[in-house]
C-alpha cells in the first residue's frame, strides 16, 4: 500500500502515481532527479518552500501547487516550472487526473502557523486510496474530519504536534497506516518515531521511512 511512498527527509516526501512523481515540500535534496509532475507546497517556511530544492526536482513540464496565500512567494521560482496553481483550504481540485483535497494546517495554541494565513494539508488520492499529508499542524478540528487510508502526520514537536499528540490524532482518524514525519533534523530527535510507534493504536500499521 506505502511502497510508492518515501519520505526523504523531515517532511520531503515523494509518491509515485504510475509514471508520475509528486513531491511534496522538497527540501534538502541529495539529488537532482527534476523529474516532477507535481510539486505541492504546504506552506511558505523555508523548510517547506525551498527553491534550492524546488530546483532540483522540478522540470519544465511541472505544476507547482501553493496556497493561494503563497502565490507572490511562489512566483520566484516560475521560471523552473512549467505553471504555478493555488489552492484554499477546505477544497478538492482534480488537476490533470489528480485528484487533491485540502485541509487547513495550522496551530492552536502556538504562533508559527496561523490559521488566517490560508496554509495545507493535502489528501492524495490515487487508486481508490486516500493519502493525507497533514503539513504543519496539531490536533485541528479540520483535521480530526479527515477520512484516509493512509496518514502522514508531523511527530517532531515545537511547531507542531510532538509525537504522543501525533498519535492521539492517528488513533482518532483510524487509517489503515501511519507515517511519521517532521522530526530527526530542524526539530525533534529520531527517537520521536519510535515513540509515536508506541503510542498509535495496535489495529493501525506504523511505517517508519525516513530516508535521512
Known amino acids: 500500500m506505502t511502497k510508492d ?14 509514471d508520475r512523481r509528486i513531491y511534496i515540500d522538497p527540501f534538502q535534496m541529495r539529488r537532482e532527479p527534476q523529474n516532477a509532475s507535481f510539486v505541492l507546497i504546504t506552506h511558505d517556511h523555508h523548510d517547506h518552500f525551498s527553491p534550492e530544492d524546488i530546483e532540483k526536482v ?28 493555488t489552492v484554499k483550504p477546505g477544497e478538492e481540485y482534480t488537476f490533470d487526473g489528480l485528484k487533491l483535497e485540502t485541509v487547513a494546517a495550522y496551530n492552536i495554541e502556538k504562533p508559527f502557523h496561523p490559521k488566517e494565513a490560508g496554509w495545507v ?51 482518532k482518524l483510524k487509517p489503515k497506516v501511519a507515517i511519521p514525519t ?8 529520531k527517537k520521536a518515531a519510535e515513540v509515536f510507534r508506541d503510542c498509535v493504536d495496535l489495529s493501525i500499521k506504523v511505517e517508519v521511512k525516513m530516508m535521512y
Open 182 to 189: 517532521h522530526y530527526g533534523s530542524i526539530v525533534g530527535s
Open 5 to 18: 511512498i518515501e519520505v526523504i527527509t523531515h517532511s520531503c516526501i515523494k509518491i509515485l502515481e504510475g
Open 121 to 171: 494539508g493535502y489528501i492524495v488520492i490515487i487508486a481508490g486510496q486516500r493519502i493525507y499529508i497533514a503539513g504543519d499542524t496539531d490536533e485541528t478540528a479540520e483535521a480530526l474530519n479527515v477520512l484516509c487510508d493512509i496518514a502522514l502526520v508531523p511527530v517532531g514537536g515545537t511547531y507542531t504536534m510532538d509525537a504522543r499528540e501525533a498519535a492521539r490524532l492517528v488513533n
Open 58 to 85: 522540478a522540470c519544465k513540464t511541472t505544476k507547482l501547487i501553493v496556497p493561494e496565500t503563497m502565490l507572490e512567494k511562489a512566483k520566484t521560482v516560475e521560471s523552473l516550472v512549467g505553471e504555478i496553481i
